[in-house]
């Protein structure tokens, strides 16, 4: 560090100390704790005891000068001792083994993670026993800076991460080189957005400049006015097409998909409606500023031209200024009502009925100008056509809701029975409706099951909204429970009569089972072992007092057509655990439509990032790919030696998939541990050319190998990972990291991989797109983000 940085950071640590320090100027513990924000009071008092090197009880700036210089200008082997006193918790020049179970204890309390007593134990004895070199029973200064030489990455920043306050902000460097929306990477990454926007300004241009030369005897505020009113007929109908999801669908499979970005489709629509509220409002203040003119000259004055039919202007009996303003009212609260903070604060149901006044939008625009109705036919039609088929598409056949799983973060997974001939592709979506949640709302959600799995649909939906938040409370409410003197004399009968149905069902289930195919075998098998029930559990069916999914009810109707919503209580036919319960519940589902992932299978290395409930649509493209994968595998008859040799095809070019998957807490990866943990074991032979599918996991709570808080953890992870062929955290053979991906890293070790063009794929936060998709044009890699 120069003469001038070091400067720098003495200032700043000293005024650091100012804002933290009393008027005593000293630090006490409790202020220390606050301001290095350390969850774990064993660590507030050891760097507390180790900083405070007078023992007054209180940390003078010298003192904090002292121990800050030593950890971020000493060398290794002082930030080692600095480790070894804060793990010698008595001061005996040794680690024993129960200090240091009290030290990893609190290394998973700070990294929010949660073990059981004798994984504990296991980690514990891991890093003793590999680090105790003379088994003398305790690990020395040496020994364990012995251990520690075999983590040279971990080394070179050790440091206490948490006290950011206690390193100088970084100088702004001036950035060298072209802006990124000048760099050749951003224009071939994005060359058909690109392409789009200039077409489409080139379009709006010439319709603008057209119509103010066809309106140049009326002067300069009425040429403006028919200027934008052209623009606002094209994008008042062209708004429209970019949602025809049906249609769309359809045009991904055609060449249309390599010229135009029909997979960003959401952003375009977006675009085409701040838009179209610019238009209006342009062309609003010209019509005033225009009958300002005429009321100066004219026998009208402004407010009869703005709010009356007196001066006859408009085809329809002089209406058009009247239906103007009211227009302008409804397209300014559809977008306001549009906006991020409202769909993403838990009031969806504000934007999506507020969004359906675009059947109030068209009526007025056909009233307020007479050539609407020519650009709106073609569109209309189509529009009808697709929501006619999407009506008929989602009453057909009976479908209802099987089982519900509720699972950690407040998911619930749905299992739905798949309706007749319904096809997908994976990583589609539909729009589902629950007459009892909702009786007219429809919502999005992305199919999680492959398209492989013929009896059912999964959907796993996070509670992020009034809608999502109704249907997981619904399944949770717990059953009522009544004080009553035969309390447990009833309880006791109740459990001897449910285990003898379990036994009777299963007596019965399984004499069925046994004929059916080792397909349906199989799936049902995934399928279960996904939910985290039992693997040879299978679907309860209704029982003698409940109503057969297939067949209606005793008037022909259903509880919503009754204008009833019966409790969902009342529909679950069996319950097995305390969040897995059987039902039969009526709903509707609407599609499938297509998204940006429908190329995976096109690409060559694919690369597939998930962030929390993100996961989704990889979890139905991860299933179809080892599905293929299954296919295609050989084994060898005389050693059981399996491999596969090829698995491009016409329908699938891929040579590799990184799978990526980001989350915030421990509990989020029970999701679909279980289905990793099956795509595991699918490749637990190794492929002459390499693993086919490699996992990532991080865990972003999870404090990084650098921080002196979690090193020692993270070493005894990695130790009885090795040891027991699993991760701790997961149970999968896949090492959870700590922290978040460093994404240059990681791309740039995919990159020489030389698999072919990297194709990335993401689904979850709109923040952490934008960071993957700039280091993306950095790579050249494509970048697809899933939007629906």
């Not at 769909?343 to 068209?362: A, K, P």
């Amino acid at each position: 560090m120069s003469v001038d940085e070091d400067a720098r950071w003495l200032d700043w640590v000293t005024k650091q100390f100012e804002s933290i320090a009393g008027d005593d100027q000293e630090i006490d513990i409790n202020e220390f704790k606050t301001a290095l924000n350390v969850k774990e009071s064993f660590f507030t008092e050891r760097f507390f005891a180790l900083f405070d090197s007078d023992g007054s009880s209180s940390i003078s700036l010298d003192e904090l000068l002292k121990a800050l210089n030593l950890l971020i200008h000493g060398s290794e082997t002082d930030k080692l001792k600095f480790l070894f006193q804060v793990y010698d918790v008595d001061g005996s020049g040794s680690i024993d083994p129960d200090e240091l179970r009290t030290v990893l204890k609190s290394c998973l309390r700070e990294s929010a993670i949660s073990l059981p007593e004798e994984k504990l134990d296991d980690l514990t004895l891991a890093l003793f026993e590999s680090a105790d070199k003379d088994d003398s029973g305790s690990i020395t200064f040496e020994e364990l800076k012995a251990e520690l030489e075999n983590f040279p990455e971990v080394m070179e920043n050790l440091t206490i991460s948490a006290a950011n306050w206690l390193k100088p902000p970084e100088e702004e460097q001036k950035k060298r080189g072209a802006p990124r929306y000048l760099t050749r990477a951003y224009w071939l990454n994005n060359s058909r957005k690109l392409f789009f926007l200039c077409l489409y300004s080139f379009l709006s241009l010439l319709l603008f400049i057209t119509a103010m030369m066809q309106h140049r005897h009326g002067g300069g505020w009425f040429m403006v006015a028919k200027g934008c009113g052209q623009c606002l007929n094209f994008n008042c109908t062209f708004i429209m097409v970019l949602m025809l999801r049906r249609f769309l669908t359809w045009l991904r499979a055609t060449w249309v998909v390599r010229v135009f970005p029909l997979d960003q489709n959401i952003l375009l629509h977006q675009i085409v409606g701040y838009a179209i509220l610019c238009y209006t409002l342009v062309h609003t203040t010209a019509h005033v500023f225009n009958f300002v003119q005429l009321s100066q000259s004219g026998q009208y004055q402004l407010w009869e031209y703005l709010l009356t039919t007196r001066p006859g202007i408009g085809w329809v009996k002089g209406s058009a200024s009247l239906t103007g303003v009211v227009l302008q009212l409804v397209i300014c609260l559809m977008v306001l009502c549009s906006s991020t903070f409202v769909r993403r604060s838990g009031h969806f149901e504000v934007f999506y009925w507020s969004h359906l006044s675009y059947v109030w939008v068209w009526s007025l625009l056909m009233v307020h100008c007479a050539n609407f109705w020519k650009w709106f036919v073609v569109p209309g039609l189509l529009f009808l056509l697709e929501k006619m088929v999407g009506l008929a598409v989602s009453r057909m056949g009976g479908v209802y809701v099987m089982e519900v799983n509720l699972l950690p973060s407040k998911v619930t997974h749905l299992v739905i029975k798949r309706p007749q001939f319904f096809h997908f592709k994976p990583g589609d979506y539909v729009y589902i409706n629950i007459p009892t949640i909702a009786k007219y709302e429809w919502h999005p959600f992305t199919i999680s099951s492959a398209p492989e799995q013929s009896e059912s649909l999964w959907l796993h939906i996070r509670s992020m909204g009034q809608w999502t938040n109704r249907l997981y409370e619904c399944f949770r409410q717990p059953e009522d429970q009544q004080v009553s003197p035969k309390r447990l004399a009833a309880s006791l009968r109740t459990r001897r009569q449910r285990t003898k149905d379990q036994e009777d069902l299963f007596s019965s289930t399984n004499c069925n089972r046994a004929v059916a195919s080792n397909e349906n075998d199989t799936v049902q098998l995934m399928m279960y072992r996904q939910n985290g029930s039992r693997s040879d559990v299978v679907p309860v069916p209704p029982t003698s007092g409940s109503q057969d999914p297939a067949e209606p009810l005793a008037d022909g109707l259903e509880p919503a057509e009754r204008g009833e919503a019966p409790p969902i209580r009342d529909q679950v036919s069996a319950k097995f655990g305390e969040n897995h319960r059987f039902c039969n519940i009526k709903c509707y589902v609407d599609g499938p439509y297509g998204t940006p992932t429908r190329q995976i299978f096109a690409s060559e290395h694919a690369v597939l990032i998930g962030a929390g409930i993100g996961i989704t649509p990889f979890a139905s493209i991860l299933q179809s790919i080892m599905y293929r994968y299954r296919m295609r595998k050989q084994n060898c008859p005389s050693c059981n030696y399996s491999w596969c040799e090829n698995i491009k095809d016409s329908e699938m070019k891929l040579r590799k998939v990184d799978f990526i998957w980001i989350n915030r807490d421990q509990k989020s990866f029970e999701w679909f541990v279980s289905l990793l943990t099956k795509l595991e074991m699918d490749q637990a032979d190794e492929e002459p050319e390499g693993r086919f599918l490699e996992m990532h996991m991080y865990m972003t709570s999870a404090l990084s190998k650098n921080d002196m808080k979690a090193i020692g953890l993270q070493m005894a992870l990695d130790l009885l990972a090795e040891k027991e062929k699993k991760d701790s955290i997961t149970g999968l053979r896949t090492r959870t990291q700590p922290g978040r991906p460093e994404w240059g890293k990681v791309f740039q070790k995919m990159s020489e991989e030389n698999k072919g063009k990297v194709h990335v794929f993401y689904c979850g936060s709109t923040a952490l797109a934008k960071v993957i998709k700039a280091e993306c044009e950095h790579f050249s890699f494509n970048f697809y983000k899933e939007n629906f």
